[in-house]
């Protein structure tokens, strides 16, 4: 009786080993799960953000986050001035700008 039960505790012991090394290789494919699923696509599109708003210049018809259309009509370091209508003029972020129109 003795030796049947440190049979099967010797046999749990390995069991328990082994859940180890699975649960560590789980969790690195969840992290890189997470990573190619959001991580990765979230920066490329604040990447594509970043040089949307660098490169913006007088005379792009633009799309604002609010959805206001307009033409760029002034750039400044933080602030774009957007003409929507013959001398209606409005003074944005530049942030909020979401599209640039061809």
């Given at each position: 009786m003795a030796t049947e039960?440190?049979?099967?505790?010797?046999?749990?012991?390995?069991?328990?080993q082994q859940g180890?090394?699975?649960?560590?290789?789980?969790?690195?494919?969840?992290?890189?799960?997470?990573?190619?699923?959001?991580i990765r696509p979230?920066?490329?599109?604040?990447?594509?953000?970043?040089?949307?708003?660098?490169?913006?210049?007088?005379?792009?018809?633009i799309?604002?986050?609010g959805g206001i259309h307009g033409k760029i009509s002034a750039v400044e370091d933080l602030t774009v001035t957007i003409e929507v209508a013959t001398g209606v003029k409005i003074k944005m972020n530049r942030s909020s700008i979401t599209e640039v129109k061809q």
């Amino acid at each position: 009786m003795a030796t049947e039960a440190f049979a099967m505790a010797g046999n749990a012991a390995a069991q328990g080993q082994q859940g180890g090394y699975q649960g560590i290789i789980m969790l690195v494919a969840m992290f890189a799960i997470f990573y190619f699923l959001l991580i990765r696509p979230q920066q490329k599109r604040a990447k594509q953000h970043k040089e949307l708003v660098g490169n913006l210049k007088a005379g792009d018809t633009i799309v604002t986050a609010g959805g206001i259309h307009g033409k760029i009509s002034a750039v400044e370091d933080l602030t774009v001035t957007i003409e929507v209508a013959t001398g209606v003029k409005i003074k944005m972020n530049r942030s909020s700008i979401t599209e640039v129109k061809q």
